[in-house]
């Protein structure tokens, strides 16, 4: 199996899975400031020139979510269980955090670290507003679900953790606020003990990238 990603938060969801289960994946970083994303024959991979992307002999596989459940069913995970009440949950909460809290996060990250980093503008002050408005909405949904919980659903670790997690380790830099959510922050710092959410991408790359 290959998996094609770039150090982003949607990335590191399917490659911390991969991580935690030692899948035998072959980690593929497309850089995405040259434009590696859009070359032709990644796009005869993913037509929407986005990681994360996975492929597996002749199957393709794209969206973060889709690649976590494929990786947790072929390994035989419970982190996507086999259940279908169980499944039902996690289907819940993986479309909540895509339609909100994910979205609103990501929109932090994106006004204040993708533009700066990749040239695109100045961080837009109603974007932020609005964006922080939102994510105040449901960090209070999210975090009163936390009380008396370790786990986002099904009282264990599934992908939907890694998924409603997904732009946490980048709070500092999207400088998201958390500081009223003691839950989530608890929570998130459970999921950070697990050396597969806390370095999930392939070390040389990264240092490479930075270099």
Known sequence: MKLY????PNARKPCAVARYLQSPVEFVRLDLGRGEHKQPDFLAVNPNGRVPTLVDGDFKLWESTAIMCYLARKAGSDLWPTDEMEQ????????WDTAHFSRHAARLFFQRRVK??????EPDPHEI??????????ADVLDEHLKNRDTIACDRLTVADF????????????????????QIRRW????????AWRDPFPQAEPQ???S
């Open 5 to 8: 990603y770039f150090e982003t």
């Open 88 to 95: 039902i949950d996690i289907l819940r909460w993986l479309n």
């Open 116 to 121: 700066p980093a990749f040239g695109l503008g």
């Open 129 to 138: 507003d609005d964006a922080t408005s939102f994510f105040h909405t449901f």
């Open 163 to 182: 998924a409603v997690a997904s732009v946490l380790p980048y709070a500092k830099e999207a400088e998201l606020p958390l500081e009223p959510y003691h």
């Open 188 to 195: 998130h710092e459970g999921l950070m003990a697990l050396p």
């Open 208 to 210: 490479r990238a930075a």
